[in-house]
């Protein structure tokens, strides 16, 4: 593993960021902070990057940063922040770039359309699936449990402490984009939603269901390095068609497959920064994110090392980013 690079950039980060704050579920307020710093110079400047809380998200976030410390000469500004939190920065300058949007047609209304401080810069090649998901050997037990018709038949099978009688979905931090409570309601299921709190408690969670043959019913999504240790199976919701979920109170279909695409703010992208040049041509597989995410998430390596080893591994990459 690589040793991590000495912190050049941190005061300078920490002062940038003195107004965001990590709150204690990973959130963050937009007034106030926590960010870490990448040795860089005054070529770019300040670069502000969004950290929103799942290790996907952490993945592209540190690869863009460090490309942009060190091939830029950018001061990378890594700010921890919930998605909705993060769009609030785009006007005041807090915040320059959301590297993984998850849809968000809402925000988008707003900041994009409205106040007119976000510009959509296009995808970043990672294309994201969420659902309802089943430990495997769960699926391998009872094949028609991956049938949403079916699930009543189980709900006593899934119920917990917190649900009584009816069955438990698992449901991330409460940020996360989802249709679940109305999903239950409409589809007529006696489930309700519990929040886990975070990716890793969700991940915990399946993980112990497949070792120790639990029930577990939970929202999980790809692109999503723990799919390679533990092969959930998606559980098929009524098929997901255009206009399906316009109103989040009716939904009754399942999600749809997101193309991802990068936010950032107007101001910067018009600055003529080098590290705006970086985020519009910056792409990657999902095949790429989760080397990466895999890296932070089970072999323990920080985002910046993280970072480095698949930089080292991807030269042919990043300088088609840098030269675009």
Known sequence: MRVTRRRAGRAAALAAAASLLLAACGGGDIDSGDSGGSAGGADCGDFNMAINPWVGYEASA???????????????????????IAWQGFGSGKVDVVIENWGHDDLKKEYVDKQETAVVVGPNGNVGVIGWYVPPWLAEANPDITNWENLNKYASDFSTAETGDKGTLWDGDPSFVTNDEALIENL??????????????????????????????GYFYEPQWFLSEVPLVKVDLPAWEEGCDADPATVACDYPEYILDKIASADFMASGSP????????????????????????????GEDAAQQWIDDNPDKVDAWING
Do not use: P
Request: glycine letters at 6%; one cysteine or more; a negative charge.
């Open 188 to 217: 007529k299921l006696d489930y309700e939603v519990v929040y886990a709190g975070s990716e890793a408690a969700l991940i915990q969670g399946f993980r112990n269901a497949e070792k120790n043959k639990e029930f577990y019913l």
């Open 62 to 84: 540190y690869v863009v940063g460090e490309v942009a410390a060190q091939k830029l000469g950018c001061n990378t500004n890594y700010l921890k922040l919930k998605e909705e």
């Open 275 to 302: 590290a705006a040049d970086l985020v519009s041509n910056f792409t990657w597989t999902n095949d790429d994110q989760n080397q990466v995410a895999l890296y932070i998430a089970n072999d323990g390596m920080s």
